[in-house]
Every structure is written in structure tokens, then in C-alpha cells.
């Protein structure tokens, strides 16, 4: 199966190696630091039920995105289109170099992927919804382009991230029209969740994206969390820091015994029920 349309091969080659920086900070708009602070900005500090779904969202389209590789196994464009590590400029070469350090199959995009459920999830709860939409449609337009000026993804992946993107958003809105939020957006999580460990039951990366479905779930379920958001402020930034540093000691097994699915979905699940019971400690002050 061919996904090439000369997108990819005519992009990739407009890029000379000295601006291949600015392509590298595009493509990190869908790194991890940046989409966690986005899921924990709207459920700390704007509204609680949303931030879940996001949180919920981005996991499921994580997951399933990885499922999706599996099954089509469809390989990324030459390395032909791609500059060499050499001539990239110090410091991105490293980052460059790790990023085409990859065996994933091309379709669809992760970083596409991940930036549409993240942007477009926050976008779609926002109070002035059409002006962040607008913002999200240009943050993934550049996370999304710049895998094909990168030469490590064909159009047709970038497209397929922002389908299933929008599928697992509007799956996800409308079941917590239906059901209420968030028991609507984790029955989707769930059912996502248990289709890509079915798919990759050995993936550490699938588990743990399992597990944040199942620590919001728990953590919905079983604790009495405040509906009012946080006030920005010293006070809270220190809640905040307190439960990013929880969530972080969770992780420290990992680098004692190395990752497993076992361990990678414990400590998924444990960091991120601390993130989410956070509110529930207000009054206790």
C-alpha cells in the first residue's frame, strides 16, 4: 500500500539542515511535558470533568494509535528524504538523531496523533471555542507538517493521526452527552484501552496509557474531588509540584528495574490517580 503523494518528497526537500531547528521545536509541540501540562493546566485550573475526558482522550489516542501501527505495519518514507544527523546543528543533532531511531511503522502519525487529541480536546472545552479551535488547527497543522518536512511520515499519516484524533474526541463528547461526564469519556477510554492491549498485550507504552484510564476512573469512582478549579497561585502551584512529585517517585521503580508491562501500568495508574485526587486535599488546610 502506497500512502505517497509527493507531499512528503517535495516538503522534506525544501528544508536546508541550519533550519531543521525550527522544525524539531514544531515537532516537540506533541512531546509529553508539553501534553501533560496542557491535560493538568484544564483539570487543575479550569474544569474538572473536562480535564479527565482530555486526559482520557489523549491516552485512548495514544493507545489505539499504537494499535493501528501494529496492524498496518506500513513503513515510513526513505531515509533518502531525510538530511543526514552530521549536518544538523549542535545541540538538535542529538535530538534529531533519536528521532529517527525509530523500528515504528509510519500510519498513522503519533506526533500528529497526540497533538490533535491534546490541542483539539482543550479547544473543544474552552470558553471561547472558536478562537482556541483556531489555535489548535495551526498547533497541529506544525506538529503535523513537521513530519512531512522531516521526511519520517507521508501525508496520508498525518491525516490518518487527525482522524483518529477526532474520532476518539467526538466518541468521547458524545458519550458523556449520553451517559454524563466523565463515566461516558471512560467507557470509551476503557473499550479503547482494552482493544489496543488486545492488539499489543506486551507494549509498555499501551499499558500505560491503559492505566491513566483506569487511575481516572478510580480516582472519579471511589473520592469526593471538589468541582471548583484552582485559583492560580503560590498555594496551589505548590499542590501542584507535590503531585507531579508523587507521580514522579511512582515512576522510580522503572529506572531500578526497567520497564515491564506489570510495573509500566502500576505506575501509570499510581501517578496518575495522584494527579487527579490532588483537589480533594483542599480541605484538609
Known sequence: MSRSVGVAEFLSGLVPPEALPLVLLATMLAEAPIVIAIVLGRYWFRERAAGMRLAIVVATAFALMLALKHEFALARPPA??????????VPFDELYRDLLDTDESGFPSGHTTIAAAAFGGAALDAENRRRWLGVAVVLVALAGGSRLFLGVHYLADVAGGIALAAGVIAAAHLADRWLGAPKGSLAVGSAGALLSVAVLPGSTEVVAAAGVVVGVGLMWASVDLPEDPWTPSVDTAERALGAVGVAAVAA???????????????????????VVVAPAFDDLD
Do not use: C, K, Q, Y
Open 252 to 274: 522510580t521503580p522503572i529506572l531500578f528495574v526497567g520497564a515491564n508491562p506489570v510495573l509500566a501500568f502500576v505506575v501509570s495508574t499510581v501517578g496518575t490517580s495522584a
Open 80 to 89: 533518502a528524504l531525510r538530511a543526514p544527523v552530521e549536518a544538523v546543528p
